[in-house]
């Protein structure tokens, strides 16, 4: 018998993302009722998830049991024992609910088919009395029959256990909570622009209502919620995990960039790191109670105090990582002696353990809803606010491809090509082209041709990062191919 699942764990059981599976039913391969596919629809469209379930179950036991001792793989596949538990229990409740209503539908059927025959026999020549009473045993015969299980409904069960739900509304968001992971830390994995402040239980900025189902503290907090709020089924997203299959929570979400905060943060160095002879990694860690919120593609201004005859160092990057990690943040620094933060970085100036103020974020460089493929064109260093708008749209899992052209101008300019080509290997929606040339405007026109050889039949949303000239010139371009100025989003990054 077919079931009815969620568009988001249906891509889960069949391998695939959602948005895959969101233009698929846009394109009518698919059918959706109330939100829902049926798992027989879903298995006449991807008919190799039949022989996941059982290869694919016991490589992933295979796996967990050669990794026992290994703490992090453990984190990163299983909840604690305690969620675990619970989980099962409501499971276990489920399914003795079903067992009671099918037990009451039973007893129902035969009382109704006891009834048809008593009257049939008292009158023998009402036919449709003896047809109602065979098709009532019929029927039963059917019921009770033993058929084979559908496979997806096996895996959907333990998605269930390994791998909660939850649902925000009002947006109606979705994302999964894996392994150790609070609600926060994967609603922000997942690319979701939730609210919160400290991240560790102080400050109760991440306070949500549970509308449905149950969490489960797994850190500390000392924020206190007042008996109100406790009644009224606030927690907050930083100390507790799902402990229920399925969630229901109720918060309000960032629209965009003006609901982000100013923040000030004094940070670390954690790492400088080469990627090529003029362009430079600099790896920030903010303090576990002062993260930075932020939206992919924006920027910070990052400071030097008391460097080169005591003057501050002040200098605006793009973040070149993603809003899932809010610690560990990511700048991509270019060889520039005009500029003094640059001469600090390539000097050798700054060591690990060093302080860097950072002030932010800014900009309005950030992904728009939509469900349209996503195009990303950079120039040099206008990699960097790509990578994080590339990286946040990977964990939001709606679009339905990505695509990047990358021109590079100087010697090392496709500083990450290694990162392109992982994303490629990994991803069947994502592609990227990477071109040089020495003239950034004539480059900029070559990558317009080849963006309407291969995307103008198609809407798409592009996102433009880079110097002023590659930024302006593609922006005209892609005007004069058609595309409206709606769809189209710069930064300039030199």
Known sequence: MSQWLTVWRAAHLVGVSRGVLQQRVRNGELPISDGLVSTEALLRLYPQAQLEPDGGAREQVALIKEQAFARRVRERLLPSQEVLAQRLFHQ????????????RYHALVLELRDAARAQSEAAPGDVALRRLANQATTGLARV???????????????????????TVRPSGHQFAVEGHDTLLQAGLRAGLKLNYGCGNGTCGMCKVRVIDGEVARVQHADYPLSEAEKSQGYTLLCAHTAASSELTIETLEAGGPQDIPPQQIVTTLRQLRELGPDTRLLHLQTPRSHRLRFLAGQSVTLGLGGREGGDDVHRTLPVASCPCDDRNLHFVVGRDEADGFARQVFAGALQPGAAVDLWGPQGDFVLESGERPLVFAACDLGFAPVKSLIEHALARDEAPSLSLFWLATRPDGHFMANQCRAWSAALDSFEHQLAYHSDVAAGACQMAQAMRADLFDIACDFYLAGPPVFVQTLYDELRAGGVPAGQIHTEVVE
């Open 144 to 166: 009770l029959a033993t058929e084979s299980v559908d496979s997806l409904d096996v895996m959907d069960d333990m998605l269930k256990v390994m791998c909660a739900q939850v």
């Open 92 to 103: 276990s409740q489920e399914l003795a609910d079903l067992r009671r209503h099918l037990q």
